[in-house]
Structure formats: structure tokens, C-alpha cells
Nanobody
Framework: QVQPVESGGGLVQAGGSLRLSCAAS????????MGWYRQAPGKQRELVAA???????NYADSVKGRFTISRDNAKNTVYLQMNSLKPEDTAVYYC?????????????????WGQGTQVTVSS
């Protein structure tokens, strides 16, 4: 089985910083894209940032210039450095991995989610 596991959430004051990490473990053959999504109470889950295996990145307009996504392909890990945090960044942050895994002689693709980590920004 494949399981992404997030860490690094917490409570921070507005203007502060947090760094989230997500490590994917299991029978992983290769990882295409990894990303961070968030869901605030009463709202739909939204893309925050994503990064491909080649390093191409994509950010939500609301976090451009404040958040930076990076990855360590050797460790199957993705990071999200969050600076200048605002109260509206408060949400549960989820890691997503688009990958191929070992299954006998095959390498099926799959889309996997972490359990989520809470980020709370106080004003």
C-alpha cells in the first residue's frame, strides 16, 4: 500500500511561517506530481500548490509570493514553505501524490491523499 503522511501543521500568528512536509511510502515505482490542497470549514477543497517530477510548479493566486513548494525525489517527499501567513490561510492541508506503484509485473497508477494536517493562523 501507498500512504502519504503529512507533518508540520500547527498554530501560528499572522505574519508567521510554517513548513509542511509530506512523505510518501510504500511500493512506489515513480511519482509524477505531488501537491498540497486545503479545505477550510464550509468550503470546498482547493489546490494550493503542485510540483511535477521535473520541478515545474503551479500555485493558487492567493498564495503566490508567500508559499513555496519543493520536493526531494530521492525521499518521495514534498514540502510547503508558508510565509507571511494570514488568518484566511487557516484550513486542513492535504498532501496528494499522483504515482505509479509496484503490483507484480505491472505498474498501475494511482492518486493518493494524506490524512491532513491542521494549520491555524491567529489574527
Amino acid at each position: 500500500q501507498v500512504q502519504p503522511v503529512e507533518s508540520g501543521g500547527g498554530l501560528v500568528q499572522a505574519g508567521g511561517s510554517l513548513r509542511l512536509s509530506c512523505a510518501a511510502s510504500g511500493s512506489i515505482f515513480s511519482i509524477n506530481a505531488m501537491g498540497w490542497y486545503r479545505q477550510a470549514p464550509g468550503k470546498q477543497r482547493e489546490l494550493v500548490a503542485a510540483i511535477t517530477s521535473g520541478g515545474s510548479t503551479n500555485y493558487a493566486d492567493s498564495v503566490k509570493g508567500r508559499f513555496t513548494i519543493s520536493r526531494d525525489n530521492a525521499k518521495n517527499t514534498v514540502y510547503l514553505q508558508m510565509n507571511s501567513l494570514k488568518p484566511e490561510d487557516t484550513a486542513v492541508y492535504y498532501c496528494n501524490a499522483d504515482l505509479r506503484y509496484y503490483s507484480g509485473d505491472y505498474y498501475p497508477s494511482g492518486d493518493y491523499w494524506g490524512q491532513g494536517t491542521q494549520v491555524t493562523v491567529s489574527s
